[in-house]
């Protein structure tokens, strides 16, 4: 929705910079805008997608901190721990928040896309429609392949904001001394609190807390995320015991005047206010979720006497093996292991240093599960860690098998919610992200700044064994049942029903574009444009527009309270659908020698076809009727003849005409009740097709943002066009059809220039 | 046995190109040339297995060349490993074999249910056709595999029995409108494009071999075992039983931008001038090939009916048209090899009410098989899984199917009803493979549990899970030459590259260390158990402790078994036999036939010995 209200904001903007706010409004809402903006959203953070700001290499602890934020307990827990808090967890939070967060600073991004340091007043956050242009444009929009480049997905996300920068330390209010704990809870309260969806956090005070706090992360270098995930881990424990053991003994002199201070707490919560007391000393949570435990088994060999030793774990380092999966890994970890020679067991029973058979088991098993893959071992042939890139396969869901006998619930049920990816060659360097599961919108990927909705396939990529050295190193999986497993199927399929449904609708409104291509306002939905749909595909489509305003809240609603369909260009817009065999298949990625060989390949091909020419008009005819005829059976009569240039077939046979034959051949099936419509029926854009389960596919609302590939392929045609100077303005003005012709020429003429320079 | 090694056709890209990423590293340009397939006979002790009957030993190792990239294909020219396009499903070497003998033989049933069997799950019925068959001399092979051959014998002999009785009761039978058009000429319909002479962007070239026709003629003189493998984008087909060249693929189909992900042979229609294969695509793309004349028809095109990926086809046992396809949305759809694509409209609306109760089985039947319109495809179409389908498999009396599906579920259906029966899930992840036992009393699941689970058709319920394998269990099989009444063999490969061989008989399984009490409890609560195929009543063995629920449309939800209640069967071999994930498992008479994800087919002779009779290992 921000984006109806920033492009709204400059269109009617009548500054001096038009132009360049044109630029501006034609930028769509980023995937993860998309994928919010129709959600109603939730009082408990659980769907807000804030990425974080990177200070130099502090890439392991962003993603470690999204991982502990999406662990709902965890995030509760922390926003939750001293209960005097007067901060958000409450449905109306949000009121109390805005006095509070003084401390946080709202800027957009300047132009080098640094925020702004320093501004400690309070500023109403939502304030993108005032982003300067320059900023929100995207660098580079000439070159493509910038585009799609994490570092540009980074710098659009800083320069889109809001920034949140989290730098005044908030600790006195929650009654402790600044600790990591308290830095922590600043951060995800400050994003639980704020108004936006989106944006970038910059945890500005966190980072110089855990440099202070621990020389080792001080240095610039790269540091393990598993090591940080375990200092964090401690720490966390340290701070609220401490803070507990303060409080505790404070408490009786203390106690009546925090309880005045937590006035706020209502009245249903003066059951638990009043046991406070008792609530302050529960500093176990950590252990409650994180927290297992591990039996070593030792049988000695002398005597058969078994003795146990149970320890705490917070998380289970397992050894990789080549072309196995975490089960197997986790496997090998409870495999016995025999102590001999020079590592005997001292047994106490018979005495003295005896072989001995050790095992570990799981006693106790942890709600949230870490699994730290021991990507990283050290060769003693080469003294230096090396990174191993083993195929090792990780599940969706997992139970252990090695637990012991006695185990409580040995047979729980874990799936995974989050995925901590090292990206490089070995220890001492690279990037980490993170892949999270949101309750209610899929996976997203992590990466700093940027945060973006994947497919759920996506999280299958990181086994190891693919190019690009990304590789998973911590896994977290986190208890759940079979039940809860097939409601989120179950809820799963009905969003994809209503995004479908809506998808549909959305298609009308590319129609209604298509065939108005003039600049009048265009009410998306209804607009005299009649097409006959199975009846359960139309669920409210008039009403569509109501319920969303209101979800946009605090953000100043648009006066007219219409999308600002006017402001894209529909010109060129329109043309898309009708050009798919250029945009995606040729795209000017390729290679110079790539090109070439494709128009040998091209030229060979049209030989061929020349003699085929007859055949396949006569069957591409009797394939229309065909076509048509269906059509009428099913009682479905779209326009979709307009798809189709009349002149075929009729000219000699060239290079654009066959391009046009091949889209011919295939028909495009009149119901546009699946993505591939976006694509305008284009038989080339198969893997947009495949994923019609990708959010970003199925809640575009226009056409300009129909699909990342999509919408940047769109752009970057019209970039350039731009680029080479043709009459991109006078072309607008033109049919669609002649423009596609010329868009095809200059693609030709592109291509021709590339082979002989 | 050769005494050299072929040096390895080259591979692009050096990660491999079928490991789902089709591109380059560092967009360094690719090799454009076609290289061929090679052979090697390797030998030494990494190349056999032993089992208590012998030893097995790889007979040769084909290794299909991995085709250059379409240059339609754009290589990312940087390998951003966070880009997020989602890349089309792909999936390693599978193959579908086939026997054909001319002039026909005798119609030897064992010997076809058995094929029927190897097909995996995709047996032969009753045709009117003359059958080409195998008759293999099956006097000489050895006292050992004979016990196997009877038990198949016998197995078959009711399932045929069974096969006459619903020769009327065949799948989609009482549907006039289905009923096929009368043949002229008696002449099976090709289908009717040219691949060779296609200008379809959808197949970018045919490579024939050179004595094609020579060696189709020299088929007469001998049986020939015709493999046919995909490979990336590339469809072979071999002749495993030629005496030299094996390697050298009589055709070979290069397609643009689809891969070919599952394919089948129809063993009904199949002809000494006739093979009717049907091959499913990453695009949702199926196209019916028949090899010998180089002819083909698309189906579904470019998702015309269902835009996802087709990950299993398989002809319906005993029909000449129709062929089952499961999509990747979960989806399972019944196609007409002849019939043209209709846009799909489901004939069926749901009314409000009927959704949540349609939600919970997650089954319904969009179009049914029974539907008067079948003028285009699809004949029927039914959504069973929530995700994808990634196998299936009929079982040998052809009435049910057994489905298991990327959300961890097995459901079995019975295909002539048209009805879900029962609903299993895995211990946990998704199943990735599922096969009958040749009498069709159990069912095998593979999956991401690392696990083969044993469940009882009859008792409906989990019998053991077999754990053994370090990875994904990709591919189970039954031996039938090595199952006898009381005991089965099976095999499983897995993405760690092993192949496990497990003895199974109900009485040597060991009891679970719990303690929980295994009543006999004649009728569980949702009354007796269905009636087995051979008319024995079942139910017993029917532990109290399962409670199952029973929707209103008689569908039964069986929890998941706690471990510490399960037996757990140990393999009696496991061997890592390739330096690759394995995809899938085939046994044969005379050998086992394995594939990999890069191209590798592997042929392991049986232990040659006829002294070593089988003992079957139960107490």
């Known amino acids: 929705m921000s984006f109806f209200k920033r492009s709204k904001s400059s269109a009617s903007g009548a500054s001096p910079a038009a132009a360049k706010k044109k630029e501006e409004a034609v930028i769509p809402p980023t995937p993860i805008q998309l994928l919010v903006q129709d959600a109603p959203q939730r009082t408990d953070g659980s769907d807000k997608f804030w990425g974080y700001e990177n200070f130099g290499n502090t890439c392991y602890c962003n993603s470690m901190l999204q991982c502990l934020y999406y662990s709902k307990q965890f995030r509760e827990a922390v926003i939750n721990y001293p209960k005097k808090s007067l901060l958000p967890g409450a449905p ?93 809870k600043d951060l995800f309260e400050s994003v639980v609190a704020s108004d936006s969806r989106t944006g970038v956090v910059s945890p500005q005070r966190f980072v110089e807390v855990l440099k202070m706090k621990n020389e ?132 106490d029973v018979c005495g003295g240093l005896q072989e001995a058979e050790k095992r570990m088991k799981i006693k106790r098993l942890p709600k949230v599960l870490a699994l730290h893959l021991k990507r990283f071992k050290y060769m003693e042939e080469l003294g230096r860690h090396q990174k191993l890139f083993h195929r090792v396969v990780y599940p969706y869901h997992l139970r252990l098998f090695n637990t012991t006998d006695d185990a409580e619930d040995p047979d729980r049920l874990y799936e995974l919610y989050a995925v901590i990816i090292h990206i490089g060659g070995g220890p001492y360097h690279g990037h980490y992200v993170a892949i999270i599961k949101s309750e209610e919108h899929g996976w997203l990927l992590y990466d700093d700044e940027m945060v973006e909705p994947v497919d759920k396939s996506f999280v299958r990529n990181f086994f190891g064994d693919k190019p690009g050295l990304a590789c998973a ?62 009846v359960e595909e139309v669920p409210d489509v008039a009403p569509q527009e109501g319920p969303r305003t209101p979800t946009l809240g605090p953000q100043p609603k648009t006066p007219t309270g219409l999308p600002p369909v006017p402001a894209i260009p529909t010109t060129y817009l329109a043309a898309k659908p009708v050009t798919p065999e250029l945009t995606s298949p040729v795209s000017p990625v390729k290679s110079k020698k790539e090109r070439e060989r494709e128009q040998k390949e091209e030229k060979a091909r049209e030989k061929e076809r020349e003699k085929q020419a007859k055949k396949e008009e006569k069957e591409r005819e009797r394939e229309a009727k065909q076509k048509s005829k269906e059509e009428k ?125 | 046995m050769a005494m050299f090694v072929l040096p390895p056709p080259p591979r692009y890209p050096p990660t491999g190109f079928s490991l789902g990423s089709p591109y380059a590293m560092g967009g360094a340009p690719m090799p454009v040339i076609e290289t061929s397939n090679t052979i090697a006979h390797p030998t ?89 068959s195998v008759s293999t001399e099956e006097d000489s092979t050895d006292g050992g595999s004979k016990s196997g051959t009877d038990t198949a014998g016998a197995a078959s002999t009711v ?102 992900i599952c394919h089948d042979v129809n063993h009904v229609t199949k002809g000494a001038t006739h093979v009717d294969i049907v091959m499913g695509f990453s695009t949702g793309d199926i196209v019916w090939f028949e090899p010998m004349s180089n002819k083909y028809s698309r189906l579904n095109k470019n998702g015309a009916i269902n835009n996802s990926a087709v990950l299993d086809v398989q002809w319906i046992p005993g029909s000449d048209n129709l062929f089952l396809a499961g999509h990747a949305d979960g989806s399972l759809i019944v196609y007409d090899k002849e019939k043209e694509d209709a846009p799909f409209v489901p004939e069926e609306f749901l009314e409000e009410g009927d959704t949540q109760k349609k939600h919970m089985s997650g089954f319904f039947a969009a179009k049914s098989v029974n539907s008067r319109i079948q003028k285009f495809n699809p004949v029927a179409y039914w959504n069973v899984a929530k995700q994808a389908i990634n196998a299936f498999a009929f079982s040998p009396d052809h009435k049910h199917l057994a489905v298991v599906s990327e959300d961890g579920r097995l459901c079995i259906i019975n295909i002539l009803k048209e009805e879900l029966l029962d609903v299993f899930n895995s211990y946990y992840g998704g199943l990735l493979c599922v096969c009958w036992s040749p009498d069709g009393r159990y069912i095998l699941t593979g999956g991401q549990d690392d696990l083969i689970s044993i469940w009882s058709f009859a008792d409906r319920r989990i019998v053991a899970r077999c754990s053994g394998h370090h990875s994904w269990v990709t591919s189970v099989a039954f031996d039938p030459w090595r ?8 095999g499983s490969v897995g993405e760690d590259g092993r192949l496990l061989l497990w003895d199974f008989s109900v009485g040597m399984l060991s009891r679970p260390k719990a303690k929980a009490p295994r009543g006999s409890v004649s009728s569980g609560n949702n009354g007796a158990g269905r009636m087995k195929a051979d008319g024995q009543p079942a139910g017993r063995l029917r532990s109290e402790s399962v409670i199952s629920k029973v929707d209103d449309d008689g569908v039964t939800y069986h929890p998941v078994e706690p471990r510490a209640r399960t037996s757990n069967l140990p393999a009696i071999m496991s061997k890592v036999i390739d330096v690759d994930p394995l995809c899938q498992l085939e046994f044969r008479e005379d050998c086992i036939i394995t594939t990999c994800r890069e191209g590798h087919i592997k042929t392991w002779d049986r232990p040659q010995s006829s002294g070593l009779s089988v003992v079957p290992e139960s107490t």
């Open chain 1, 633 to 757: 059976e099913n009682g479905v009569s779209h326009g979709l003849g307009r798809f189709r240039p009349a002149s075929i077939g009729k000219k000699p046979f060239g290079f654009k005409q066959i391009v046009e034959k091949e889209r011919e051949k295939e028909p495009v099936p009149p119901i546009p009740t699946n993505a591939q419509q976006l694509g305008g029926g284009d038989a080339s854009t198969t893997t947009t097709q495949t994923a019609t389960s990708t959010p970003s596919l199925l809640q575009s609302p226009f056409p300009a943002s129909s699909t990342a590939t999509n919408g940047s392929d769109n752009r970057n045609s019209f970039y350039e066009r731009q680029m080479n100077g043709s009459t991109t303005h006078k072309e607008e003005k033109k049919p669609k059809e002649k423009e596609e012709k010329h868009h095809r020429a200059s693609k030709m003429l592109r291509k021709k220039l590339s082979i002989l320079g």
């Open chain 2, 483 to 490: 199952c006898d009444p009381r005991t089965y063999r099976f």
């Open chain 1, 216 to 347: 080792l992360f001080r240095s610039q270098m790269h540091q393990d995320a598993h090591e940080f995930f375990n200092y964090v881990l401690n720490e966390v424990i340290e701070n609220v015991e401490d803070h507990a053991k303060a409080a505790n003994h404070n408490k009786i002199n203390e106690s009546t005047s925090h309880l005045e201070t937590a006035s706020t707490a209502d009245s249903a919560k003066a059951v638990s206010t009043a046991s406070e007391s008792t609530a302050v000393l529960n500093t176990s949570w950590v252990h409650d979720l994180f927290e297992g435990a591990l039996t070593s088994e030792t049988k000695c060999l002398t005597c058969e006497n078994v003795s146990r030793r149970d320890e705490p774990f917070l998380d289970l380092s397992i050894d990789l093996e080549k072309h196995s999966s975490v089960t197997s890994c986790l496997r090998n970890f409870s495999a016995s292991e025999m102590l001999c020679e020079r590592n005997k067991f001292h047994c």
């Open chain 1, 473 to 534: 190193y911590v896994l977290f999986y986190q208890e759940t049942t079979l039940e809860a497993v097939e409601r989120e199927n179950l809820m799963d399929e009905e969003r994809a029903a209503a995004k479908k449904a809506k998808l549909f609708n959305k298609t009308d409104v590319k129609a209604d574009i298509k065939r108005k291509p003039s600049k009048e306002k265009v009410n998306g939905h209804v607009n005299g444009h009649v097409i006959p749909v199975p």
């Open chain 2, 159 to 260: 399932a045929t029995s069974m096969t006459h009785l619903m020769s009327d009761n065949k799948f989609g039978g009482e549907n006039a409108s289905l009923a096929p058009a009368p043949a002229k000429d008696n002449k099976k319909r090709k289908p009717k494009n040219n691949i060779q002479k296609s200008n379809s962007s959808f197949v970018s070239r045919v490579i024939m071999h050179e004595a094609l026709t020579k060696k189709l003629q020299e088929t007469g003189a001998s049986e020939d075992l015709f493999v046919f493998a995909n490979i990336n984008r590339a469809y072979h087909w071999l002749n495993l039983s030629a005496k030299q060249n094996k390697q050298e693929s009589l055709s070979k189909v290069l397609f643009t931008k689809s891969h070919p």
């Open chain 2, 44 to 132: 030494g002790p990494e190349f056999s297995f032993h089992t208590g009957e012998g030893q097995y030993t790889l007979r040769e190792d084909i290794h299909l060349a991995t085709p250059p990239p379409h240059p339609s294909e754009t290589p990312i020219t940087s390998p951003n490993p966070l880009a997020i396009q989602p890349a089309p499903p792909s999936a390693g070497t599978r193959i579908s074999t086939i026997v054909i003998k001319t002039p026909p033989g005798t119609d030897r049933t064992s010997q076809l249910y058995r094929n029927s069997v190897l097909a995996n799950g995709d047996p032969e019925a009753e045709s009117s056709e003359p059958r080409t």
């Open chain 1, 92 to 184: 109306n939070g949000a009121i109390n928040t805005n006095a509070k967060l003084a401390r946080i600073s709202t800027e957009p991004a300047a132009p080098n896309g640094k925020p702004k340091v320093g501004a400690g007043q309070p500023a109403p956050l939502a304030r993108r429609g005032s982003t300067p242009a320059s900023a929100a444009t995207p660098p580079n929009p000439t070159k493509p392949e910038d585009k799609d480049s994490p570092e540009a997905k980074k710098k659009a996300a800083l320069a889109l904001g809001p920034m949140l920068n989290v730098e005044i330390p908030n600790s006195k209010n929650y009654n402790m001394d600044e600790s990591l704990f308290s830095a922590m």
